[in-house]
């Protein structure tokens, strides 16, 4: 007879992760903590429209280089399709950004 396979405590963390709705599943690993305490890979990005989700790090990247007045780097969704972004630091949008699929 096979030993029962051990429950570990990140087996249930990452169990009751699984039960929680979407956004609650975003809202409990949104600081990072539970991540790194189970050694949970997480996937942090946002949907930022019809069909656009991009890593957060890298849409606050374009941001803040727009803010500074320096070039816009590629900007990539999660499928890592390039994205057609443009910035408007100046004030003649009414949008800070504008992202095409």
Do not use: H, Y
Not at 45 to 73: E, Y
């Amino acid at each position: 007879m096979s030993k029962p396979t051990q429950v570990t405590p990140r087996m249930r963390a990452l169990f009751a992760l699984d039960k929680l709705s979407r956004s609650l599943q975003s809202d409990v690993l949104a600081d990072g903590t539970v991540e790194k305490r189970w050694k949970i890979p997480v996937r942090q990005s946002m949907t930022v429209g019809k069909g656009i989700s991009i890593k957060r790090a890298d849409l606050f990247a374009v941001l803040r280089a727009c803010a500074d007045g320096q070039p816009i780097s590629a900007l990539v969704n999660d499928a890592g399709t390039q994205l057609d972004a443009k910035a408007s630091p100046s004030g003649q949008s009414k949008r800070a950004a504008s992202l095409k699929p």
